[in-house]
């Protein structure tokens, strides 16, 4: 990060850089566990080819599923950074070695300063008998859902908030596992809430927090937040994206 400058295409290749590198690791691992040292160059080439569309549908998985969970609000690289942690860890979690490669390629790349800042914990929280299908139509009953947890999901107090539309999300996922069942299928339907409100120490900066609740257990999978409080250097981050992306759009004067 502290080579490049404020273009958004080189910002990028810093992010996709750093995936980029998991996936490649992400292959040789599963290629080194299917090859034999009698199989031929032919067959190596073969396996590896396996290896990579495995790898990628994996890969697809973590890096788009990442999107559900992300917060609302200006967001960083560390926002989307956290986002793919918490997938990974939703999908598989005993398994943690994906986890690392992510971790260290996100702090040598400067995305975060050190790897507890990618640790995502989620409380643990039953919500009981609460009906989701009441709170994915009825935006009142969401309303008051989120005013009942507001500590939970971090709204200051005082601060008004507002509810985004809810989603009805169901993914499948594959369980890493030993033995010659190398994965589980099992499907997870989640109803996802997402909301934001403004940042009392700065009243332009919008923040906001994702929830993921189990469908069939009513159990929180996910929180995650773009509220930077806890992270003051994180926070200047944040702040200096926003006034950089404002006087792009020219909504605010610049001078020297």
């Known amino acids: 990060m502290s080579e490049v400058g404020d273009e958004s295409h080189d910002l990028s290749e810093v992010l996709s850089g750093a995936l980029y590198e998991v996936l490649i690791k992400i292959h040789n691992k599963r290629w080194n566990a299917a090859t034999k040292p009698s199989d ?4 190596r080439f073969s396996k590896s080819g396996k290896a990579l569309w495995e790898s990628a549908q994996q890969f697809k998985r973590m890096t788009l599923r ?9 967001i960083i690289f560390a926002d989307y950074a956290r986002a793919v942690i918490a ?12 986890r690392s490669w992510l971790k260290q390629e996100f702090v040598k790349r400067g995305i975060v300063a050190n790897e507890q800042a990618l640790e995502v914990t989620v409380p643990d929280v039953n919500f009981g008998n609460i009906n989701l299908e009441t709170l994915l139509k ?46 589980k299928e099992s499907e997870v339907r989640e ?3 997402k909301v934001h409100w403004t940042d009392p120490e700065d009243n332009q900066l919008i923040v906001g927090t994702t929830l993921a609740i189990d469908w069939k257990t009513q159990q929180l999978r996910v929180l995650l937040t773009s ?3 806890d992270r ?4 200047l981050v944040q702040a200096n994206a926003r ?11 610049c001078c020297k």
């Open 40 to 43: 031929t160059a032919a067959t």
């Open 243 to 253: 006034i950089k992306a404002l006087k792009r759009a020219g909504s605010i004067s």
């Open 87 to 98: 997938t990974d860890q939703a999908s598989h979690p005993d398994d943690t070695e994906e």
């Open 66 to 74: 990442a999107l559900d969970y992300l917060p609302p609000g200006q």
């Open 138 to 183: 009825d935006d009142a009953a969401a309303r008051t859902f989120v005013e009942q947890n507001r500590k939970l999901i971090g709204i200051p107090i005082g601060a008004a908030f507002k509810v985004g539309p809810r989603l009805d999300v169901t993914k499948k996922y594959y369980h890493r596992a030993k033995g010659p069942n190398k994965s």
């Open 227 to 229: 509220s930077h409080r």
């Open 232 to 235: 003051p250097e994180e926070k």
């Open 191 to 193: 109803c996802l809430i």
